[in-house]
Structure formats: C-alpha cells, structure tokens
C-alpha cells in the first residue's frame, strides 16, 4: 500500500486523551483534566435551540453564518474591548474555535511558512500549524514571570520563513492573562518585521479581575491580526460548535472560502442559541465565572497549602501547580497519582517543554471534588515523603 500523509502520521496523539481513557476505565476517579465547563447550558439558550428545532431552523444557512449573530458578536467586541470589525464583510461564524483555527492557519500560510507558538500552549496549536503545511516554532514562557511572553524572546526566534505569531490569552493550560504590555511588544515586533498575528481568545470572559485585552484592539494590530472566540467555555456550549472568527477582510473572505468547501456553515440550531447567548444570558454567564472564582480561589489556596507552588491564575479554568519538589517528572507524577489516588490530572509536559514540572488542573468541577482531589493529592505527596 501507498503510504498515508507523512504529516498526519507522524502527529502524535493528544497527550491530554490518554489519561482520561485510563481514567474512563476506573472507578471513583476525580477529572481534573479535560477542560469542559461542568455546567448544563443554560435553560434560556437550550430553549432557544429547542425553539429554533420545533420551528423547523434545520437549514443552512450563509456560509459566513447568520446576519443577526454576526452583528451581535461584533457589537459585544467593540463595547466590551474597543475592538471594530465590520460584521459582514470581517466576521464569519465556524463550527467551534477549533475550526476558526484551523481556517486561519490555512488561509495564512505557505508551505514551509514558520508560525512562532509559545508554550506551554495548548495541545493543538502546533498539529495544527503542521496540518496547515507550516512549521512551528517553539518560545518558551517562564512560570516565574506568570508565564508573560517575552517579546525579545520572540524576536530571537523570527527567520525570514516566519509567517505568524500564535498565542492563546487567557491561556490553556496555565490560566496566564497576558499583560497589554507583553501584547504591545509583540504588536510593534509584528509591525517591523511585517508578521501575522493570530489570538485565540475562547477564554475572554473567563478573566477574574478584568484584566484581558482583545488583541484585535491593541493600536496597530488590526490589519495584520484574526481574533478566535466562541460559546463553548463561558456559555457552556461545548456541544453546539458554534465559534467566530473577526479579521482584516481580504483574510476573512478567505476563511470563508474554505470554510464553504469544507465545512458549509455552522449548525443553523446552533447559530440561534448563540444568538439567544448573546442577547439573554450575561446574567447566567456572570453567575458561571462568579462560581469559578471561587473554586479558583479554594484551589490554588489549597494547592499551596500541601506544599505545591501554584501561579495565580488570572483567567479560564485550570491551574498550573509545579510539582517538582516531589521529585517526579510530569508524566511519572500524573500516572501514579491517577493509580493510587484516583484523581486525573495532565502531565505538563503535553503542552511543551516549558510545561514540564507541572501539571494541569482544571478546577471546572463541583467544590467538593476539588476538595476531596486535595485531600487525595496531599495523601499521594505524603507517600512520597
């Protein structure tokens, strides 16, 4: 037989997968790891998709997505962040942020184009740069600078074959809020050396002091830069892939473009609870973060109080605990505590090299489980002793 894509096949699998089917296999498991909302969608935005079924809204619709739901993601951009994009020539909705990522990477890069990614980064991130024919490159963070990017680092890293800058803020899996200072730099560095940025910002509304900046605000970014965003984490959407993309137009038309020949459009029911989302749940999404704060808040405290240093983190859901005076790398640590304390968490390491020596938490789970999973980390640490 002809061999299979050389690419694809040399992709590994999701790091983050394999522990959780272990874990599927075990009994009185706490997940701490796959990071999806614990909350049902909300009443208001179910009623919509079940409106919008019994209505007979099982059509496609544009490719680019519904009118109503476009306008209103870009109003809600630009009152929330300053961000402007015109709702039908810069904004087209896609089938969940994976998807707006993939159509991005595509859309922007050649074969053999460089997209420089900061890690510890989300696990996609560099598969997909490869799928796209590019080749990403490494810049790490540091935990003891609240995992910042470094724009000198990403400078030191730019050849003539890169292309783009990716980053994800907040962050998955280390909760850093990128500071506008950080985001500046890497708009000027983006400037002079004439680079694409791309942001993913599915974790905006996941932020506990306000602190995020839409990078698509930033001054001079806008003509160079595609915003990711979606429902899936502050709505509690996962299931309904509904996302968004807002760039410059010559970009967005051909995000469309692939988008039409791949993908048609997103889910019509979808795009209607989306809708609702935006125009009726601020209060229920103000109740969800309200809640994560105080997990946030009980864990890391927690965390810290048996003996793990943790960062603060400043958005989405997880925690990013160093775990290096037990004196066990990522992986070691997570396969031992998942087979004789039953809780799961992701070795760091799955994120990048800089990830190594920690473990992420996500803390998007009912109170009581976190506090059993401390109860149960500290009795793993105690054995370690």
């Known amino acids: 037989m002809k061999p299979l894509n050389d690419v694809i096949a040399a992709c590994p699998p999701s790091g983050i997968r394999r522990f959780f089917d272990i874990a599927a296999e075990m009994d009185d498991v706490i997940s701490l790891g796959v990071g999806e909302p614990d909350f049902v969608t909300p009443w208001r935005i179910r009623e919509a998709g079940i409106f919008a079924l019994e209505h007979g809204y099982t059509t496609y619709t544009s490719n680019a997505g519904l009118p109503e739901l476009r306008r209103l993601i870009c109003e809600d951009l630009e009152k929330r962040y300053g961000a402007r994009y015109a709702w039908d020539t810069e904004c087209l909705i896609t089938t969940g942020v994976s998807e707006g990522l993939d159509l991005a990477l595509r859309v922007l890069l050649n074969p053999g184009d460089e997209v420089i990614v900061p890690e510890p980064c989300y696990v996609a991130y560099e598969p997909c740069v490869s799928f796209a024919g590019g080749t990403p490159v490494r810049v790490a963070t540091r935990w003891e600078a609240d995992f910042a990017i470094d724009p000198d680092a990403v400078e030191a890293a730019i050849t003539p074959r890169t292309k783009a800058i990716l980053i994800g803020s907040p962050a998955n899996p280390t909760g850093a809020v990128q500071p506008r200072a950080a985001l500046e730099g890497l708009v000027r560095l983006a400037e002079r050396h004439d680079l694409y940025l791309i942001s993913d910002e599915i974790y905006d509304r996941l932020t506990y002091d306000d602190t995020h900046v839409c990078l698509g605000a930033v001054p001079g970014a806008r003509e160079r830069t595609v915003v990711l965003g979606g429902f899936s984490k502050a709505q509690a959407m996962t299931g309904w892939r509904v996302g968004w993309i807002c760039?410059?137009?010559?970009?967005?038309?051909?995000?469309?473009?692939?988008?039409?020949?791949?993908?048609?459009?997103?889910?019509?029911?979808?795009?209607?609870?989306?809708?609702?989302?935006?125009?009726?749940?601020?209060?229920?999404?103000?109740?969800?973060?309200?809640?994560?704060?105080?997990?946030?808040?009980?864990?890391?405290?927690?965390?810290?109080?048996?003996?793990?240093?943790?960062?603060?983190?400043?958005?989405?859901?997880?925690?990013?605990?160093?775990?290096?005076?037990?004196?066990?790398?990522?992986?070691?640590?997570?396969?031992?505590?998942?087979?004789?304390?039953?809780?799961?968490?992701?070795?760091?390491?799955?994120?990048?090299?800089?990830?190594?020596?920690?473990?992420?938490?996500?803390?998007?789970?009912?109170?009581?489980?976190?506090?059993?999973?401390?109860?149960?980390?500290?009795?793993?640490?105690?054995?370690?002793?």
Do not use: N, W
Not at 258 to 266: G, K, P, R
Not at 279 to 296: H, I, L, P, S, T
Not at 317 to 333: H, M, N, Q, V, W
Not at 335 to 364: K, N, Q
């Open 247 to 385: 760039a410059p137009q010559a970009v967005a038309e051909l995000c469309v473009r692939v988008h039409q020949y791949t993908m048609l459009c997103a889910p019509h029911v979808s795009q209607i609870a989306a809708v609702e989302a935006l125009k009726e749940a601020e209060g229920d999404v103000r109740e969800m973060v309200a809640d994560y704060d105080r997990r946030r808040r009980v864990f890391v405290k927690g965390l810290r109080e048996i003996g793990l240093e943790c960062p603060e983190p400043g958005g989405a859901f997880y925690a990013f605990p160093s775990i290096r005076a037990s004196g066990l790398d990522s992986e070691t640590f997570a396969e031992r505590l998942l087979h004789e304390e039953s809780v799961a968490v992701v070795p760091g390491d799955v994120f990048g090299p800089s990830g190594e020596g920690h473990i992420r938490c996500s803390y998007a789970t009912a109170l009581p489980q976190l506090e059993e999973a401390l109860v149960r980390i500290d009795r793993f640490l105690g054995s370690l002793r």
